[in-house]
């Protein structure tokens, strides 16, 4: 932990501090899209195989900043891996995404739930961050990351993905109590989990609100927004230079920045779905910001993609008073398999090159 | 087309009207949550059977009219009529939603794209109004509708559903000018199927934008939204008592509602992300709103459904300075097969009890 950043951009630009251009990563920037991904998944058997396993953990996170000129790393991890922690038993069909094998469905089975214990059940992560801290040395900064307390309870209700969430939903309008029991329990989860990742290296925390967008306003501000904001006021993150800054990154949060944004998380990760000039009026200047390209634009021609990027850069800093300060450059949403890698290198490029004009 | 409405709740609720309380019809109110539709489909054998059908197509329409107290029945169809009569092959596998046997890929299969005819192409889904029409006698309106440009280019770009409309967008970013020339024959052709339909008796018409909401805001503007607006300006809806207004309803459009309550379209409908009040104060009484339940609420107990009704036309209310009309209530999106017809009930009768009160 004693390491000199060799580079700081995202750190400062989520402090809102003078960069000398904005830094980019991106969501899900190890991932099948690379080859030599592909070739670590295949020695490791599974992808669950593969998160669980400290040094390969630690290749496939680092994989991504070998070719492109990425300002930070994101742990190398499932967004599940609470709730496997907390017994339900995570497993992967090809093709179809995670599965618990012992989803929740009853207000008995969530009051048995209690907070794993992080350096013993899900010590597997810590041991990935201590790893990958090690052999970045130095090099950017590393983001631990946890899924929000909504988005973990939907597939922990709904035993894996769903098309229309009508499990949770059904539960939500018929044991509200329920509901908010096993939000309770995974935020207090979330928290010590993003709390232990910081004791064992990350300099940045991200919690991922996928799922928050499928919720009504009034479902939004009852059962996701108030936990994203307990964990922004109760997440120890240090003091001074240390402190490790919080991101809150949801799909569909377009409507409620101004909220998230009164919340104390020092950054907002924000998708496509809301212009970022947009977005940094509405938040004033109170945090940081982090998007939004659709990832999509990865499918386009070089040249649409160094387009789009402009846009996207521009947008911000015409919302932002003039100023590119405060803005961590990245996609709406994660990357897709089917990506070729060499548009992201068009891409990360193209950041660097325009916001340094 | 001489008969009189016994029911005008629906028409008189979108001309902005008053009415004795709010008039509810639901998205999908025909489909396979109902017994009786799984018998029609199984005597047909498959669902395009059963829509190619005028006499099967009307025996299905009728059927939640039989059960519940709705204001208007909407034609059982598809969305993507236009593009099979264009040539491009519909066909479904189970499971897994539409295909088409022949996508576009390239500006010169789209070239070759003609608006059909519609009393030759696509005369079964003519006729199936007119028959429609004549078992109706009058009870409630009957609701024509098509799919947006935009949305039918997405199915016939990708060639079916998809999870991130990855082909479109690619051609969007890679040959605009040819997303263009799809969008404009799609328009025609959605001017001309509505306007068809108006004349073989529908007296609404509904235009579903159904993926207008997975776009960035820059590519709405550019993809979506105009397509609307001519269909708005373009289309013919007749005159006085006999006007057909247009609906336009999209998922994920609450950004854009103020632009579409410029279109001249009679009606918005609008999806669950946005509360009813904030919708009307968006519109300020230019245009009649039709919504926005999530559906997911109909697998909560019959009391939340009821106090979710509730909320939903306050809100509206409350947005539109106290006044309950120019609200057409219904789901912000489709019924799912899994719902409880008994739900429906409780859902229609709350609508019709609470906003006479």
Not at 20 to 49: H, I, N
Not at 277 to 299: F, I, K, M, S
Not at 324 to 330: A, D, Q, T, W, Y
């Amino acid at each position: 932990m004693s390491q000199t950043l060799r580079n700081d951009r995202f750190l400062r630009a989520l402090r809102r501090e003078p960069v000398d251009c904005t830094p980019v990563w991106l969501m899900r920037q190890a991932g099948r899209y690379l080859p030599e991904y592909r070739a670590s998944r295949a020695k490791a058997g599974s992808f669950l195989a593969m998160a669980k396993n400290p040094e390969l953990a630690c290749e496939v996170t680092l994989q991504p900043l070998a070719r492109f000129d990425l300002d930070a790393a994101i742990l190398f991890s499932d967004i599940l891996t609470i709730p496997d922690a907390m017994g339900l038993g995570l497993y992967f069909v090809d093709g179809e995404g995670p599965k618990f094998e012992r989803p929740l469905r009853d207000a008995a089975s969530i009051a048995k739930l209690g907070v794993p214990d992080m350096e013993q059940d899900l010590r597997y992560v810590m041991d990935a961050v201590r790893v990958i801290r090690r052999e970045l040395d130095g090099r950017v900064p590393l983001i631990g990351f946890s899924g929000s307390p909504w988005t973990l309870a939907c597939y922990m209700v709904e035993g894996g993905g769903s098309r229309n969430f009508s499990t949770i939903k059904a539960m939500a309008h018929g044991d509200p109590k329920a509901l908010h029991a096993l939000l309770a329990v995974n935020t207090d989860a979330v928290i010590a989990y993003l709390a232990a990742q910081r004791a064992a290296g990350a300099q940045a925390l991200q919690v991922f609100d996928t799922w928050g967008g499928v919720l009504s306003p009034a479902m939004y501000r009852e059962f996701s927004l108030p936990y994203l904001e307990r964990i922004a006021r109760e997440l120890d993150r240090g003091e001074g230079a240390d402190r490790a800054p919080l991101i809150l990154f949801g799909r569909g949060n377009g409507a409620y920045l101004g909220d998230l944004a009164d919340s104390g998380a020092e950054g907002l990760g924000v998708d496509w779905l809301v212009e970022l000039g947009e977005a940094a009026r509405r938040t004033g200047g109170r945090v940081a910001l982090q998007g939004n390209l659709d990832p999509c634009t990865l499918y386009g021609p070089p040249e649409a993609i160094r387009r789009e990027v402009r846009l996207a850069l521009d947008s911000y800093r015409d919302g932002n008073g003039g100023s590119r300060e405060g803005h961590v450059f990245n996609l709406g949403h994660g990357m897709s398999p089917d990506m070729d890698p060499e548009h992201v290198r068009v891409l990360v490029d193209e950041v660097h090159s325009h916001s340094r004009r």
